[in-house]
Protein backbone atom coordinates (compact mmCIF):
# COMPACT_ATOMS: atom_id res chain seq x y z
CA UNK A 1 0.00 0.00 0.00
CA UNK A 2 0.91 3.99 0.08
CA UNK A 3 4.33 3.90 2.11
CA UNK A 4 4.35 7.57 3.19
CA UNK A 5 2.24 10.57 4.34
CA UNK A 6 4.10 13.98 5.64
CA UNK A 7 4.18 17.25 4.92
CA UNK A 8 6.84 17.68 1.59
CA UNK A 9 9.42 19.84 3.61
CA UNK A 10 9.76 17.32 6.21
CA UNK A 11 9.91 14.41 4.37
CA UNK A 12 12.77 16.06 2.13
CA UNK A 13 15.09 16.74 5.02
CA UNK A 14 14.78 13.45 6.71
CA UNK A 15 15.20 11.35 3.29
CA UNK A 16 18.25 13.92 2.41
CA UNK A 17 19.51 12.40 5.55
CA UNK A 18 19.06 8.97 5.03
CA UNK A 19 20.58 8.73 1.37
CA UNK A 20 23.52 10.40 2.60
CA UNK A 21 23.93 7.57 5.02
CA UNK A 22 23.27 4.56 2.61
CA UNK A 23 26.69 2.56 1.62
CA UNK A 24 27.24 1.72 -2.20
CA UNK A 25 25.92 -0.65 -3.11
CA UNK A 26 26.78 -3.20 -6.58
CA UNK A 27 23.42 -5.05 -7.05
CA UNK A 28 25.58 -8.50 -7.98
CA UNK A 29 27.32 -8.38 -4.82
CA UNK A 30 25.14 -10.17 -1.63
CA UNK A 31 24.06 -7.52 1.05
CA UNK A 32 26.24 -8.04 3.71
CA UNK A 33 24.92 -10.85 6.32
CA UNK A 34 24.98 -10.99 10.48
CA UNK A 35 28.28 -12.09 11.58
CA UNK A 36 26.82 -15.70 12.73
CA UNK A 37 25.30 -15.92 8.98
CA UNK A 38 26.79 -18.16 6.11
CA UNK A 39 27.58 -16.11 2.49
CA UNK A 40 24.49 -15.21 0.64
CA UNK A 41 26.50 -16.79 -2.80
CA UNK A 42 28.50 -19.98 -2.25
CA UNK A 43 32.07 -19.76 -3.25
CA UNK A 44 32.18 -22.19 -6.79
CA UNK A 45 28.76 -23.23 -7.71
CA UNK A 46 27.56 -25.79 -10.12
CA UNK A 47 26.55 -24.38 -13.40
CA UNK A 48 23.14 -22.62 -13.62
CA UNK A 49 22.35 -24.40 -16.86
CA UNK A 50 22.49 -27.96 -15.81
CA UNK A 51 21.98 -30.89 -13.03
CA UNK A 52 24.57 -33.12 -12.31
CA UNK A 53 23.81 -36.36 -14.73
CA UNK A 54 23.73 -38.74 -11.44
CA UNK A 55 21.61 -37.05 -9.38
CA UNK A 56 18.88 -38.19 -7.62
CA UNK A 57 15.38 -37.03 -9.14
CA UNK A 58 14.66 -33.31 -9.00
CA UNK A 59 12.14 -33.02 -6.62
CA UNK A 60 10.75 -31.21 -3.06
CA UNK A 61 8.29 -29.25 -1.94
CA UNK A 62 8.51 -26.14 -1.53
CA UNK A 63 7.18 -23.76 1.46
CA UNK A 64 6.57 -19.92 0.61
CA UNK A 65 5.74 -17.02 2.06
CA UNK A 66 5.42 -13.00 0.96
CA UNK A 67 5.13 -10.59 3.55
CA UNK A 68 4.78 -6.73 3.47
CA UNK A 69 6.34 -6.21 6.96
CA UNK A 70 5.09 -2.00 6.99
CA UNK A 71 8.71 -0.75 8.19
CA UNK A 72 8.95 2.41 6.97
CA UNK A 73 11.91 4.84 7.32
CA UNK A 74 12.58 7.40 9.96
CA UNK A 75 10.79 9.89 10.49
CA UNK A 76 7.58 9.14 9.35
CA UNK A 77 7.96 6.02 11.40
CA UNK A 78 7.46 7.71 14.61
CA UNK A 79 4.39 5.58 15.99
CA UNK A 80 5.14 2.10 13.88
CA UNK A 81 6.97 0.46 16.64
CA UNK A 82 9.49 -0.74 14.08
CA UNK A 83 11.85 -2.40 16.45
CA UNK A 84 9.15 -4.53 18.56
CA UNK A 85 7.16 -5.32 15.33
CA UNK A 86 11.09 -6.84 13.41
CA UNK A 87 11.46 -8.71 16.90
CA UNK A 88 8.11 -10.30 16.97
CA UNK A 89 8.16 -11.04 13.70
CA UNK A 90 11.52 -12.69 13.68
CA UNK A 91 10.25 -15.09 16.58
CA UNK A 92 7.28 -16.14 14.52
CA UNK A 93 10.19 -17.25 11.41
CA UNK A 94 12.27 -18.68 14.01
CA UNK A 95 9.95 -21.28 14.90
CA UNK A 96 10.67 -25.24 13.48
CA UNK A 97 6.46 -25.02 13.18
CA UNK A 98 6.94 -22.11 10.94
CA UNK A 99 9.73 -22.91 8.34
CA UNK A 100 9.77 -21.75 4.85
CA UNK A 101 12.03 -22.69 1.87
CA UNK A 102 11.90 -18.99 0.69
CA UNK A 103 10.39 -15.73 2.24
CA UNK A 104 9.99 -12.35 0.47
CA UNK A 105 9.53 -9.28 2.73
CA UNK A 106 8.25 -6.12 1.23
CA UNK A 107 8.43 -2.75 2.70
CA UNK A 108 11.45 -3.25 4.65
CA UNK A 109 12.95 -0.18 4.03
CA UNK A 110 14.50 1.11 7.57
CA UNK A 111 17.81 -0.39 7.78
CA UNK A 112 17.78 -0.67 11.98
CA UNK A 113 14.46 -3.07 11.86
CA UNK A 114 15.33 -5.13 9.13
CA UNK A 115 19.27 -5.61 10.83
CA UNK A 116 16.97 -6.88 13.90
CA UNK A 117 14.88 -9.31 11.88
CA UNK A 118 18.18 -9.83 9.89
CA UNK A 119 19.98 -11.49 13.00
CA UNK A 120 17.57 -12.61 14.60
CA UNK A 121 16.49 -15.31 11.95
CA UNK A 122 20.37 -15.84 10.73
CA UNK A 123 20.33 -19.20 11.99
CA UNK A 124 17.51 -20.51 10.10
CA UNK A 125 17.86 -18.62 7.25
CA UNK A 126 21.33 -18.08 6.77
CA UNK A 127 20.55 -16.60 3.02
CA UNK A 128 19.82 -13.24 2.88
CA UNK A 129 19.12 -10.56 0.62
CA UNK A 130 18.26 -7.20 2.27
CA UNK A 131 16.81 -4.13 1.35
CA UNK A 132 16.91 -3.93 -2.27
CA UNK A 133 17.18 -2.03 -5.13
CA UNK A 134 19.83 -0.08 -3.09
CA UNK A 135 18.79 3.94 -2.86
CA UNK A 136 19.89 6.38 -5.59
CA UNK A 137 19.66 10.09 -5.29
CA UNK A 138 17.37 11.25 -2.56
CA UNK A 139 15.38 7.87 -2.41
CA UNK A 140 15.32 5.48 0.12
CA UNK A 141 16.37 1.67 -0.78
CA UNK A 142 12.90 -0.24 -2.58
CA UNK A 143 12.69 -2.36 0.78
CA UNK A 144 12.49 -6.07 -0.94
CA UNK A 145 14.45 -8.62 1.13
CA UNK A 146 14.61 -12.62 0.68
CA UNK A 147 15.32 -14.99 3.29
CA UNK A 148 16.06 -18.51 2.58
CA UNK A 149 17.52 -21.59 4.61
CA UNK A 150 18.79 -22.60 0.77
CA UNK A 151 22.11 -21.43 -1.03
CA UNK A 152 21.58 -18.48 -3.00
CA UNK A 153 23.63 -19.07 -5.98
CA UNK A 154 23.16 -15.57 -7.82
CA UNK A 155 20.75 -12.47 -8.00
CA UNK A 156 20.20 -9.61 -9.03
CA UNK A 157 18.40 -6.18 -8.08
CA UNK A 158 16.42 -3.75 -10.79
CA UNK A 159 15.15 -0.48 -10.15
CA UNK A 160 11.85 0.61 -11.87
CA UNK A 161 12.33 2.97 -14.28
CA UNK A 162 9.15 4.41 -13.73
CA UNK A 163 7.20 5.46 -10.24
CA UNK A 164 3.84 7.63 -9.86
CA UNK A 165 2.96 9.74 -6.46
CA UNK A 166 5.77 12.61 -5.73
CA UNK A 167 5.23 12.15 -2.10
CA UNK A 168 4.71 8.34 -1.38
CA UNK A 169 6.33 5.60 -4.24
CA UNK A 170 8.71 7.64 -5.93
CA UNK A 171 10.48 8.62 -2.27
CA UNK A 172 11.71 4.52 -2.94
CA UNK A 173 13.92 3.22 -5.28
CA UNK A 174 11.36 0.63 -5.91
CA UNK A 175 11.90 -2.62 -8.29
CA UNK A 176 12.42 -6.80 -7.97
CA UNK A 177 15.08 -9.04 -7.03
CA UNK A 178 15.98 -11.71 -9.11
CA UNK A 179 17.35 -15.05 -7.02
CA UNK A 180 18.09 -18.29 -7.81
CA UNK A 181 18.01 -20.73 -5.08
CA UNK A 182 19.23 -24.15 -5.12
CA UNK A 183 17.35 -26.72 -3.46
CA UNK A 184 19.46 -29.50 -3.77
CA UNK A 185 21.97 -30.71 -6.36
CA UNK A 186 19.32 -31.20 -9.12
CA UNK A 187 16.36 -28.74 -8.03
CA UNK A 188 16.63 -24.84 -7.82
CA UNK A 189 14.13 -22.52 -8.51
CA UNK A 190 14.08 -18.61 -9.49
CA UNK A 191 12.09 -15.90 -7.86
CA UNK A 192 11.58 -12.91 -8.59
CA UNK A 193 10.39 -10.71 -5.43
CA UNK A 194 8.57 -7.23 -5.91
CA UNK A 195 7.06 -4.37 -4.74
CA UNK A 196 4.83 -2.53 -7.17
CA UNK A 197 3.34 0.87 -7.62
CA UNK A 198 0.78 1.77 -5.05
CA UNK A 199 -2.59 4.06 -5.55
CA UNK A 200 -5.62 3.81 -7.22
CA UNK A 201 -6.39 6.10 -10.83
CA UNK A 202 -5.11 5.97 -14.05
CA UNK A 203 -1.83 7.12 -13.09
CA UNK A 204 -0.83 4.75 -10.98
CA UNK A 205 -2.55 1.64 -12.98
CA UNK A 206 -0.10 2.86 -15.79
CA UNK A 207 2.84 2.86 -13.78
CA UNK A 208 2.39 -0.83 -12.28
CA UNK A 209 1.55 -1.78 -16.23
CA UNK A 210 5.27 -0.31 -16.88
CA UNK A 211 6.43 -2.19 -14.35
CA UNK A 212 5.30 -5.17 -15.16
CA UNK A 213 6.51 -4.70 -18.34
CA UNK A 214 10.47 -4.43 -17.15
CA UNK A 215 9.17 -8.10 -15.45
CA UNK A 216 8.14 -9.77 -17.81
CA UNK A 217 11.11 -8.62 -20.35
CA UNK A 218 13.35 -10.44 -17.55
CA UNK A 219 10.89 -13.26 -17.50
CA UNK A 220 10.97 -13.50 -21.39
CA UNK A 221 15.35 -12.68 -21.38
CA UNK A 222 17.20 -14.06 -18.52
CA UNK A 223 18.72 -17.65 -19.09
CA UNK A 224 17.57 -19.15 -15.84
CA UNK A 225 14.31 -18.35 -15.94
CA UNK A 226 14.14 -21.07 -19.03
CA UNK A 227 16.14 -23.80 -17.36
CA UNK A 228 14.31 -23.23 -13.80
CA UNK A 229 10.82 -23.00 -12.51
CA UNK A 230 10.32 -19.73 -11.61
CA UNK A 231 7.97 -17.32 -8.71
CA UNK A 232 6.92 -14.10 -8.57
CA UNK A 233 6.51 -12.88 -5.01
CA UNK A 234 5.64 -9.69 -3.86
CA UNK A 235 3.08 -6.83 -3.06
CA UNK A 236 1.39 -5.75 -6.68
CA UNK A 237 -0.59 -3.34 -5.35
CA UNK A 238 -3.40 -5.34 -7.58
CA UNK A 239 -6.84 -5.92 -6.05
CA UNK A 240 -7.07 -9.46 -6.96
CA UNK A 241 -10.84 -9.90 -5.85
CA UNK A 242 -12.95 -9.33 -9.02
CA UNK A 243 -11.94 -10.44 -12.47
CA UNK A 244 -14.27 -8.37 -14.37
CA UNK A 245 -14.36 -3.98 -13.82
CA UNK A 246 -17.12 -3.82 -11.14
CA UNK A 247 -18.94 -0.71 -13.30
CA UNK A 248 -22.11 -1.37 -14.96
CA UNK A 249 -22.08 -1.22 -18.47
CA UNK A 250 -18.23 -1.42 -18.73
CA UNK A 251 -16.65 -4.54 -20.20
CA UNK A 252 -12.81 -4.33 -20.21
CA UNK A 253 -11.38 -6.63 -17.72
CA UNK A 254 -10.01 -5.78 -13.90
CA UNK A 255 -6.52 -4.79 -13.17
CA UNK A 256 -5.70 -8.32 -11.76
CA UNK A 257 -7.19 -10.09 -14.87
CA UNK A 258 -5.26 -7.97 -17.52
CA UNK A 259 -2.26 -8.18 -15.21
CA UNK A 260 -2.83 -12.14 -15.54
CA UNK A 261 -2.93 -12.08 -19.38
CA UNK A 262 -0.07 -9.66 -19.87
CA UNK A 263 1.77 -11.85 -17.66
CA UNK A 264 1.08 -14.77 -19.68
CA UNK A 265 3.02 -13.48 -22.32
CA UNK A 266 6.22 -13.54 -20.43
CA UNK A 267 5.81 -17.54 -20.74
CA UNK A 268 5.56 -18.37 -24.85
CA UNK A 269 5.28 -21.99 -24.59
CA UNK A 270 2.48 -21.99 -21.65
CA UNK A 271 -1.03 -22.87 -23.22
CA UNK A 272 -2.32 -21.20 -19.86
CA UNK A 273 -1.81 -17.92 -17.62
CA UNK A 274 0.60 -18.37 -14.64
CA UNK A 275 -0.60 -19.97 -11.72
CA UNK A 276 -2.25 -17.44 -9.00
CA UNK A 277 -1.61 -19.96 -5.78
CA UNK A 278 -3.90 -18.94 -3.60
CA UNK A 279 -6.65 -18.68 -5.80
CA UNK A 280 -5.26 -22.22 -7.26
CA UNK A 281 -5.54 -23.71 -3.64
CA UNK A 282 -9.46 -22.63 -3.14
CA UNK A 283 -10.63 -23.55 -6.45
CA UNK A 284 -13.47 -23.56 -7.53
CA UNK A 285 -12.97 -19.47 -7.05
CA UNK A 286 -15.80 -17.61 -5.58
CA UNK A 287 -16.23 -14.03 -5.27
CA UNK A 288 -18.54 -14.47 -2.33
CA UNK A 289 -18.43 -12.70 1.04
CA UNK A 290 -16.61 -15.68 2.52
CA UNK A 291 -14.34 -16.49 0.45
CA UNK A 292 -13.53 -12.69 0.19
CA UNK A 293 -12.94 -12.25 3.88
CA UNK A 294 -10.66 -14.94 3.25
CA UNK A 295 -8.50 -13.97 0.80
CA UNK A 296 -7.88 -10.46 1.81
CA UNK A 297 -4.36 -9.73 2.78
CA UNK A 298 -5.02 -6.29 4.13
CA UNK A 299 -5.41 -5.70 7.87
CA UNK A 300 -6.21 -1.79 8.40
CA UNK A 301 -8.19 0.71 6.74
CA UNK A 302 -5.57 3.63 7.62
CA UNK A 303 -2.17 3.65 6.66
CA UNK A 304 -1.19 3.24 10.38
CA UNK A 305 -0.63 0.32 12.90
CA UNK A 306 -2.70 1.63 16.12
CA UNK A 307 -5.50 2.04 15.77
CA UNK A 308 -5.88 -0.38 12.69
CA UNK A 309 -9.73 -1.81 12.02
CA UNK A 310 -9.35 -5.17 10.18
CA UNK A 311 -11.61 -4.54 6.90
CA UNK A 312 -13.22 -8.04 7.70
CA UNK A 313 -14.84 -6.44 10.89
CA UNK A 314 -18.10 -4.83 10.66
CA UNK A 315 -18.81 -2.34 8.15
CA UNK A 316 -14.94 -2.58 7.28
CA UNK A 317 -15.32 -5.68 4.90
CA UNK A 318 -15.93 -3.09 1.93
CA UNK A 319 -12.24 -2.46 2.35
CA UNK A 320 -11.27 -5.86 1.77
CA UNK A 321 -8.32 -6.07 -0.73
CA UNK A 322 -6.06 -8.79 -1.92
CA UNK A 323 -2.86 -7.00 -2.92
CA UNK A 324 -0.34 -10.13 -2.15
CA UNK A 325 0.86 -12.78 -4.09
CA UNK A 326 2.65 -15.88 -5.16
CA UNK A 327 2.36 -16.77 -8.96
CA UNK A 328 3.66 -19.94 -10.63
CA UNK A 329 4.96 -19.76 -13.84
CA UNK A 330 5.14 -23.49 -14.26
CA UNK A 331 7.47 -25.69 -15.84
CA UNK A 332 10.48 -23.68 -17.35
CA UNK A 333 10.94 -24.08 -21.15
CA UNK A 334 13.98 -25.90 -21.34
CA UNK A 335 13.24 -28.39 -18.81
CA UNK A 336 9.46 -29.01 -19.19
CA UNK A 337 9.74 -32.26 -16.98
CA UNK A 338 10.41 -29.71 -14.18
CA UNK A 339 6.82 -29.42 -13.14
CA UNK A 340 5.23 -27.42 -10.41
CA UNK A 341 1.83 -28.02 -8.80
CA UNK A 342 0.19 -25.91 -5.55
CA UNK A 343 -0.40 -28.14 -3.02
CA UNK A 344 -2.08 -25.25 -0.16
CA UNK A 345 -2.11 -21.51 0.16
CA UNK A 346 -3.62 -19.85 2.85
CA UNK A 347 -3.13 -16.44 4.36
CA UNK A 348 -1.85 -15.24 7.60
CA UNK A 349 -3.53 -12.57 9.60
CA UNK A 350 -0.42 -12.05 11.76
CA UNK A 351 -2.23 -10.70 15.39
CA UNK A 352 -0.13 -9.93 17.93
CA UNK A 353 -0.81 -7.44 20.58
CA UNK A 354 2.95 -7.43 21.68
CA UNK A 355 4.05 -3.80 20.56
CA UNK A 356 0.68 -2.65 21.04
CA UNK A 357 -0.36 -2.47 17.43
CA UNK A 358 -3.08 -5.16 17.35
CA UNK A 359 -1.24 -6.93 14.56
CA UNK A 360 2.37 -6.99 13.51
CA UNK A 361 1.38 -5.14 10.17
CA UNK A 362 -0.79 -3.89 8.16
CA UNK A 363 -0.76 -6.70 5.60
CA UNK A 364 -1.86 -10.03 6.45
CA UNK A 365 1.05 -12.80 5.26
CA UNK A 366 0.34 -15.53 2.33
CA UNK A 367 1.84 -18.48 2.32
CA UNK A 368 2.32 -21.44 -0.21
CA UNK A 369 3.00 -24.69 -0.40
CA UNK A 370 3.70 -26.29 -4.09
CA UNK A 371 5.68 -29.19 -5.28
CA UNK A 372 8.43 -28.87 -7.56
CA UNK A 373 10.02 -31.01 -9.96
CA UNK A 374 9.88 -34.48 -12.11
CA UNK A 375 6.69 -36.36 -10.32
CA UNK A 376 6.46 -39.89 -11.89
CA UNK A 377 10.17 -40.21 -10.62
CA UNK A 378 9.24 -38.63 -7.16
CA UNK A 379 6.80 -40.91 -5.54
CA UNK A 380 9.40 -43.02 -3.77
CA UNK A 381 10.89 -40.09 -2.50
CA UNK A 382 7.91 -38.20 -1.25
CA UNK A 383 7.06 -41.33 0.82
CA UNK A 384 10.34 -41.17 2.34
CA UNK A 385 10.00 -37.60 2.97
CA UNK A 386 6.70 -37.71 4.45
CA UNK A 387 7.12 -40.55 6.88
CA UNK A 388 11.31 -40.05 8.29
CA UNK A 389 11.89 -36.06 8.30
CA UNK A 390 9.90 -32.76 7.73
CA UNK A 391 10.83 -30.93 3.49
CA UNK A 392 12.61 -28.82 5.62
CA UNK A 393 14.83 -30.84 7.53
CA UNK A 394 15.45 -33.13 4.03
CA UNK A 395 16.93 -29.89 2.99
CA UNK A 396 19.03 -28.92 6.00
CA UNK A 397 20.53 -32.78 5.18
CA UNK A 398 20.83 -32.12 1.43
CA UNK A 399 22.78 -28.61 1.80
CA UNK A 400 25.50 -29.89 4.97
CA UNK A 401 26.45 -32.73 2.07
CA UNK A 402 27.18 -30.52 -0.38
Request: hydrophobic share 40%; proline share 8%.
Amino acid sequence: MRIFALSGSVMLAGLALLGALQTPHNPHIPAPSPPAASPTTEAQPPPADAAPADAAPAYAKIRALTYNIFMRPAPVNWRDRNACRAQRIADYFSDDAHAHDIIVLTESFEPASTQILARSTAQTYPHQILSQPPARGLSINGGVSILSPHAIEDWEAVAFERCHGKWNDCLATKGFVWARIRVSKSLKFNVLATHLNSGGGAGARATRRAQLAQIRAFLTTHPSIARWPTLLMGDLNINGLRWEEPTPGEDRLSEYADAMLFLAGACPHCDALPVDTYRAAQAPWRYDEPQTRAANTYNCVDESLQPCKSPNAAEHWKRRLRLDYILDFGAPRDAPALETRTLASATLEMADDSCATQYLSDHRALETTLEMGQFPLANAQLDRQDTAQTPSEASKDEKASN
